[in-house]
């Protein structure tokens, strides 16, 4: 299995200059790697809370609406297992410029740790090949996914890489220091969509 930060450290040096959509519980990791901040759009934080299951939907909107800006979304496996029909309609849409992490730990780590449905039978890579996802990829070791990644970025989208990783365990309730979901959002969502010409 690979740590959370170390793959996303591996991440932020290859992003170029993609929109970054970091997911609940990778949200606050991300922060603290970060290097381009005011082009992350992290959900499950105190500026979007009540995005529960709905990062791959979101996501697939920016895509479509900026097809030409590259969006890596960070997602977990929990979230991603309440929205499972996300996959069959991003993959009927087809955006070229959408690169799907999923974080699989397992478990629903926001909440205490408990077992999520299916977990270590269900393959989310599987599951997004069979939906119609362009590419779909595994990693458990870092090296691996190390000497990919450059491939796996410059690939037409829809692509979908499933990344075992070790869980980040919150008890239930517990909130990140400062009393936050996780950090604030350097600047407010609605500035960059402006950015992209939304109204």
Request: proline share 8%; hydrophobic share 40%.
């Amino acid at each position: 299995m690979i740590e959370q930060m170390e793959m996303l450290r591996l991440l932020e040096k290859h992003r170029g200059d993609a929109v970054v959509m970091p997911v609940f519980r990778t949200a606050a990791p991300w922060a603290r790697v970060t290097r381009n901040p005011e082009r992350d759009v992290p959900i499950g934080t105190n500026d979007f809370p009540f995005a529960m299951s709905k990062a791959s939907s979101f996501a697939l909107g920016f895509c479509l609406a900026q097809p030409s800006v590259k969006v890596m979304l960070l997602d977990g496996d929990g979230s991603l297992l309440m929205n499972l029909g996300s996959l069959v309609t991003i993959a009927n849409k087809g955006p070229k410029n959408f690169c799907h992490f999923v974080m699989d730990n397992g478990v629903y780590a926001t909440t205490g740790g408990q077992e999520i449905p299916g977990r270590g039978a269900s393959s989310y890579s599987a599951l997004a090949r069979a939906a119609g996802y362009a590419q779909t990829y595994e990693f458990d070791d870092l090296e691996e996914f190390t000497v990919r990644i450059d491939e796996i970025l410059n690939q037409d989208g829809p692509v979908l890489v499933c990344i075992k990783t070790v869980p980040d365990i919150r008890g239930p309730g517990e909130r990140s220091p400062g009393g936050q979901v996780a950090p604030q959002v350097p600047r407010p969502i609605i500035n960059l969509l402006k950015e992209f010409g939304a109204k």
